[in-house]
Nanobody, 124 residues
Framework: QVQLVESGGGLVQAGGSLRLSCAAS????????MGWFRQAPGKEREFVTA????????DYADSVKGRFIISRDNAKNTVYLQMNSLKPEDTAVYYC?????????????????WGQGTQVTVSS
């Protein structure tokens, strides 16, 4: 069992930056793929980014590629999402996720554990 707690959300102006953190419980954190999804009001929850257990491989949605960076510190059981050049369309609740598989990580169904989410609001 893994519990995920996100932090770092808030209100930022367009063009600004935020760094989200996700603290995970459990001694086997290093065995999980980790990721971030987001859900804007009235929209489906969508894939943002994922990282393998070692951090050697990452994947990004086209909408955030070049602006967002995912990283992890297995010693601290924490995964991070650095968000730069934020746009109003990045406004959403951001969810941290953990998966025991590396297959089809862009699909919501591939993820085993979810955090409660943290709100990110980007003003224009």
């Amino acid at each position: 069992q893994v519990q995920l707690v996100e932090s770092g959300g808030g209100l930022v102006q367009a063009g600004g930056s935020l760094r989200l953190s996700c603290a995970a419980s459990g001694r086997t954190f290093g065995r999980y793929a980790m990721g971030w999804f987001r859900q804007a009001p009235g929209k489906e929850r969508e894939f943002v980014t994922a990282i393998t257990w070692s951090g050697s491989s990452t994947d990004y949605a086209d909408s955030v590629k070049g602006r967002f960076i995912i990283s992890r510190d297995n010693a601290k059981n924490t995964v991070y999402l650095q968000m730069n050049s934020l746009k109003p369309e990045d406004t959403a609740v951001y969810y941290c996720t953990a998966a025991t598989t590396y297959y089809n990580l862009r699909s919501r169904g591939s993820w085993n554990y979810w955090g409660q989410g943290t709100q990110v609001t980007v003003s224009s």
